[in-house]
């Protein structure tokens, strides 16, 4: 069973910035992709930007394409996001994630057979 660690979150301000991070213990073999997805109350849960360990390819949704920017732990099996310009509907609840396939459609990307972590809340307001 993988474990994680996640961090990063908090209260930032509209238009500010915060850099998740996300710390795994050994992966599967077949589990060879990492990244986040982000869950706001009362809403379906929505994948963000993953990272492929095989070719070291970056997938972003296209909500948080020109403002997150994901990037390897080079220390170990894990990911960093970085945030910027949030806004107040960034707020939700975090996850970092590992899968054995990544899907990108229509914008969209998500893992398959995933795992993931307990969350970092993440709360945008003035």
């Known amino acids: 069973q993988v474990q994680f660690v996640e961090s990063g979150g908090g209260l930032v301000q509209p238009g500010g910035s915060l850099r998740l991070s996300c710390a795994t213990s050994?992966?599967?073999?077949?589990?060879?992709?990492i990244g986040w997805f982000r869950q706001a109350a009362g809403k379906e849960r929505e994948g963000l930007s993953y990272?492929?360990?095989?070719?070291?390819?970056?997938y972003y949704a296209n909500s948080i394409k020109d403002r997150f920017t994901i990037s390897r732990d080079t220390a170990g099996n894990g990911v960093f996001l970085q945030m910027r310009s949030l806004k107040p509907e960034d707020t939700a609840r975090y996850y970092c994630?590992?899968?054995?396939?990544?899907?990108?459609?229509?914008?969209?990307?998500?893992?398959?057979?995933?795992?993931w972590g307990q969350g970092t809340q993440v709360t945008v307001s003035s």
């Open positions: 990272y492929s360990f095989n070719d070291g390819s970056k």
């Open positions: 994630e590992v899968g054995t396939g990544i899907t990108y459609s229509g914008g969209k990307v998500r893992l398959l057979r995933s795992s």
């Open positions: 050994e992966l599967p073999s077949d589990y060879f992709a």
